[in-house]
């Protein structure tokens, strides 16, 4: 039922910023937490941050602490990934993805998923 696009990728400089848009459609956008994940080509998909309805409670991957910044806006549909000091091994196809309650870390548990969009970093 719930449908989402991934938006904003592209290529950069390292040291550069950029922002990713989720545009979802369907459901309750604004009742369901949200997330961000990467793949990295040879790679398992791997947990980037994530936010519940209210933007209130945020969770951020290691890598991602300072320097991304997860948000939604719930009367637009739409979540942000805010990325912000971007290095090489940030290159990767990020995901958005939507569950009804889950905002963990767990790919396999968000049942609605993006095509994703790819980020390339130059050095």
């Known amino acids: 039922q719930v449908q989402l696009v991934e938006s904003g990728g592209g290529l950069v400089q390292a040291g550069d910023s950029l922002t990713l848009s989720c545009a979802a459609s369907?459901?309750?956008?604004?009742?369901?937490?949200m997330a961000w994940f990467r793949q990295a080509p040879g790679t398992e998909r791997e947990f980037v941050a994530s936010?519940?309805?209210?933007?209130?409670?945020?969770n951020y991957a290691d890598f991602a602490k300072g320097r991304f910044a997860i948000s939604r806006d719930n009367a637009k549909s739409t979540g942000y990934l805010r990325m912000n000091s971007l290095k090489p091994e940030d290159t990767a196809v990020y995901y958005c993805?939507?569950?009804?309650?889950?905002?963990?870390?767990?790919?396999?548990?968000?049942?609605?998923w993006g095509q994703g969009t790819q980020v390339t970093i130059s050095s």
């Open positions: 993805a939507v569950d009804e309650t889950y905002n963990g870390a767990n790919s396999a548990w968000y049942r609605y």
């Open positions: 369907g459901g309750t956008f604004g009742s369901y937490p």
């Open positions: 936010i519940i309805f209210s933007g209130y409670v945020t």
